[in-house]
Every structure is written in C-alpha cells, then in structure tokens.
C-alpha cells in the first residue's frame, strides 16, 4: 500500500536553531496537509495545500513557520527560528485531488518527525 | 466552533472482550467521520470514513456508527487482542467555516493479555 514518506524520523534542535521536516505525499494526491501534534492531544492543522498553492495557512505562525510545494508534489516544512513550545510531533498527511474531493476523502498520514527543542 | 470530545481518556480491557469507544461532535453539520489508530510515536492509521449520508461502516473487527442528530460515532472493537493497544482518535470534517479536520483529544486503549 502506498504510503506518505516523512524524514527525519526525529530531530532534536537547540531554541534559535532552524529546522526542517520533509514530506512525500501519496502518488497522485493533490492535497497535502501539515499538522503539529502535542503530546496527549489531538492534530491541529497548521498549512493545508492544493498542487502548489496554500488553501488554508491561518494557524501557521507566519513570523517563524514557513511551509513551501513548489511543483505541486513534496513539501518542506520549516521554523526559524525555533522556540522550546514548538516541540512536538509534526505530521504530514494527503488525500485525493481536487478540493472538492477532498472534503470527502479520507486522510492518510505519514509516521511524522518528532521534534525536541532544548 | 465545532468541537470533538472522546470519553474515556484512557480505557484497559481484557483480552477478548468487545468494548466500545464513543466519540461526540458539537455540531451536526459534518461531511464525514474518520477513525485512525496512533500507535505510541507513530502517525495516524486510517480505519474507518463515514460520510454523512451513511449510519455504519465495517472493517474486519471494527464497526463505526455515526449519529448525526445526537452528535455522536461509536467505534466498536469486537474480540479484542493485545495487538489492538493503542490510541483511537476521531475527526470530523464540518461542513461550515474553514471546513478543516478536527480532532478528539483521543482514547487510548489498553488490551491485557
């Protein structure tokens, strides 16, 4: 079964560092998702993006957070610089093209990158 | 604002007993329904999507129903195995605002063998 690729596995960073996460979507999904999970919560979406373009970034926090796809297929994730309330589990998931189709297709989730910052 | 509660937090059962994981959603107004299954330092599983027009979906020993009037999804484990631990999160998908995944808090269920 396909799967969606994220590395690295785990990253442990010093506050003020930058960081990266990584994500390969589902052949063929058009929608991509990053989400943050704290521990003991549910995910919360931080970028949601159709092809190449962002469709929903409202709780992405913007003076540190970036996310980029530029042709549509993988997608990296960065913060720069990083604060130790950004540890946490960062996952990427995707879902069937379209936006339409989207509200109405399930989500499949990549294993995540654990992020400890010190 | 919707919001998604899981009650109990935490549940430990038997090997082999059936049990019941209970999800509710404060508006009814949902394109559909998704289960996933987190195993500890892991990302989500997919298990189970009910869309809003449907009352149940079944998957081997899984069985999700959803009541969109009461605002409420049961996730039902028959003959539960050790393999079966794990946390279990529903998200619903609203049909108004942002019309983004939001997600309960989570159940995570221990199996003794």
Redesign the interface.
């Known amino acids: 079964e396909a799967e969606v690729a994220q590395s690295p596995r785990y990253k442990i960073t010093e506050k003020s560092q930058a960081v990266a996460f990584w994500c390969d979507p589902i052949s063929g999904h058009a929608t991509l998702y990053w989400y943050r999970q704290i521990l003991g919560q549910g995910p919360e979406l931080l970028v949601q993006f159709q092809d190449e373009s962002v469709v929903d970034d409202s709780q992405l926090p913007k003076d540190r957070f970036s996310a980029e796809r530029l042709k549509g297929v993988d997608s990296t994730l960065k913060i720069q610089p990083a604060e130790l309330g950004d540890s946490a589990m960062y996952l990427c998931a995707s879902s069937l093209s379209g936006a339409a189709d989207a509200l109405g297709s399930p989500l499949h989730f990549g294993n995540g990158t654990r992020l400890t910052v010190t | 604002k919707q919001e998604?509660t899981q009650i109990p937090a935490a549940l430990s059962v038997p090997e082999g007993e059936n049990l019941v994981l209970n999800c509710s959603f404060t508006d009814s107004a949902i394109?559909?329904l998704?289960w996933?299954r987190q195993d500890p330092?892991?990302?989500?599983?997919?298990l189970l999507?009910i869309?809003s027009s449907q009352r149940e979906q079944t998957s081997g020993r899984l069985n999700a129903s959803l009541d969109k009037s009461s605002g409420r999804s049961t996730l039902y484990i028959a003959a539960s195995q050790p393999g079966d631990s794990a946390t279990y999160?529903c998200?619903v998908?609203p049909r108004t605002g942002?019309?983004?995944?939001v997600?309960?808090?989570?159940t995570r269920l221990t199996i003794n063998p």
Not at chain 2, 98 to 101: D, E, H, T
Not at chain 2, 103 to 106: C, T, V, W
């Open positions: 998604v394109y559909n998704q996933f330092g892991k990302g989500l599983t997919s999507l869309q999160l998200a998908r942002a019309q983004k995944l997600f309960g808090q989570g």
